[in-house]
């Protein structure tokens, strides 16, 4: 039996039997009603929902990115001056034949303009437009209130963020924000009386993006280096409004992807990771949430390079923490100072085991565009690991529709060996990352019109041979129907 077959019988059980454990649950309360919309929003709608079964929508996302030094670490790289345009295009639907039952489809692609050789992606190398694919990034059926009880059940290709999305929001980290999905079977169950949601989560996500479902323009594109599956359960409880709880419990099995034109992709691996999360508002003004989990399993990595390359099976000891204080001032700007903490640990290359904690599907920009890049040529696109981040950041809504944010971090690692680093690129003798400073400004323009300005610059410390400074650019308009 294929890999996909055994993913189709295990999705196909979960959803069954997850399904039937559900018998036995407290009834759902009744909806609050949304209030009015305008004469404007009210045609919108119409047109978006022409019948009682039927609603679709789109929208168009226009992106010019530029960043020097950050994908190479290495000015004298040809490809370290990167300058592109991304065109997403994305269109959805849902269909409902019943009640609580719904079909839901959505199809995207981002053609992109390169004004100078591409550093990554199919188009390495080349200038001009780069068509891209088409991609169904959404293909489900989600069952609500099954026999009028609060469980629901989506079965097929969605996306799944969980909490903050630490370690769960990104399943396509090669493309980018193109799209974010996961071929999974997710059961919610919501215990409303004991302020309680339960869900199970079952995963099975290939490397390459035409495996489960065709694409247009087929370019044989990768998402990921490794076919991926797991299991997660996770727990939320708001009893305590001081104190919101959340555990989980996430499985990941790894299976390195072969490919007879290009070197071994990917990790085989078992990754155990237990977690868990509190946070709320203490005494009105002060916010706060604290993030950590453990990781064990067995990993065979082929990317170490420190002292030696290594195809052995290592076993796992990893931990991370993801930390956040804030202060509300509650005036009329909006003003919140926060001080944040994170830290990842890095494999000691003086044990046999693997010490590096795995962000598993949590590699995607959740604080730095530089760091999604810089971190690949030291472990992978978006996988962020042996650091710790601590710094202030400030955030202020000067007008209506307009936010502003204001980032700096000191960067640390946690090993000074960067063990799976490209040779040539850090010294593997100092554990200063060096300074990050970000600057977000975003601008609601109407319901349907939004955009921002992104800048950021870092400032290498001796973790690195070059010390040249990263920096990225990104300007943003957002059209939704």
Known sequence: ???????????????????????????????????????????????????????????????????????????????????YFRFRARIWSSLRPVTDLSVNVRLVSEPREWMRPAGYTPY????????????????????????????????????????????????TPYDGSWSFYMDSARLTWELKEQHTTVEVIGICQTAKDDAWLPTINNQNRYLSEQDENGAILNVVNTSIAMANLNGYFIYKHDNQVTDPKAPPRGDNADIYTLGGRVSGLLANHWKYSVEGAYQFGQKQDLAIQYPEVSSEYRDINAFGLNSKLSYLFKDNLNNALSVSYEYISGDDPNTSGDEMFDTLWGRYPKWSEIGLYSFAAETRVGQQANYQRVGPSWAITP???????????????????????????????????????????KYKFSPHLSGHLWAEIELPGNYYVHDEMLSFLRAEVLLTF
Request: hydrophobic content about 40%.
């Open 124 to 171: 390495k190398g080349q200038s001009g437009l780069d068509w891209t694919e088409g991609t169904f990034d959404a293909m489900n059926v989600q069952w609500r209130n099954i026999a009028n009880l609060p469980v629901s059940v989506i079965v097929g290709r969605q996306d799944i963020m969980l909490g903050e999305g630490w370690l769960t929001g990104e399943g």
């Open 1 to 83: 039996m294929t890999t996909n077959a055994y993913c189709s019988l295990a999705l196909g059980i979960i959803g069954s039997a997850l399904t039937a454990a559900g018998q036995s649950l407290p009834p759902v309360s009744s909806p609050v009603a949304a209030p009015p919309l305008s004469p404007t929003e009210q045609t919108i709608k119409e047109i978006k929902n022409p019948t009682s079964w039927w609603s679709w929508g789109g929208d168009f996302r226009v992106r010019n990115e530029y960043f020097n030094n950050t994908l190479t670490l290495n000015p004298d790289n040809s490809l370290a001056e990167q300058d």
């Open 399 to 441: 007008m209506g529709g307009l936010d502003f944010t204001a980032n700096y971090y000191a960067l640390f690692a946690d090993e000074s060996v960067a063990t799976r680093g490209t040779p040539g690129l850090f010294s593997n003798a100092d554990s200063f990352r060096g300074h990050f400073v970000s600057a977000i400004l």
